[in-house]
């Protein structure tokens, strides 16, 4: 059973930082695409960020480049997001999402597309007071 357990969320202030955390048991990171996402009150779930496990291929939208860092530990089967300068307007539940690469080769695929996922974390808060 794949499991993706989200952390490192929380309220911090507006221009903080924070690292969230995405560790994934029952799936191998050879090769699958983890994407983070997010959703605010009132909003559409929005694709932040993506990278391969694979070749470490990274992905950001432009509402959130210069100021979200998308890592790996293969090791560790965990994906982090990095997030600088917060702004009030981060508010939201972060969500992990991965899907097995080999899924992909015959479809049409945006890596910011929720249906492009399998398998979703719980999500983890995160509140940026101004």
């Known amino acids: 059973e794949v499991q993706l357990v989200e952390s490192g969320g929380g309220l911090v202030q507006a221009g903080g930082s924070l690292r969230l955390s995405c560790a994934a048991s029952g799936v191998t990171f050879d090769d699958v695409l983890i994407g983070w996402f997010r959703q605010a009150p009132g909003k559409e779930r929005e694709g932040v960020s993506c990278?391969?496990?694979?070749?470490?291929?990274?992905y950001y939208a432009d509402s959130v480049k210069g100021r979200f860092t998308i890592s790996r530990d293969n090791a560790k089967n965990t994906v982090y997001l990095q997030i600088f300068s917060l702004k009030a307007e981060d508010t939201a539940v972060y969500y992990c999402?991965?899907?097995?690469?080999?899924?992909?080769?015959?479809?049409?695929?945006?890596?910011?597309?929720?249906?492009?996922?399998?398998?979703w974390g719980q999500g983890t808060q995160v509140t940026v007071s101004s």
């Open positions: 999402a991965v899907v097995a690469a080999w899924k992909l080769r015959r479809r049409n695929w945006v890596w910011s597309f929720s249906s492009t996922y399998d398998y």
């Open positions: 990278i391969r496990s694979s070749d470490g291929r990274i």
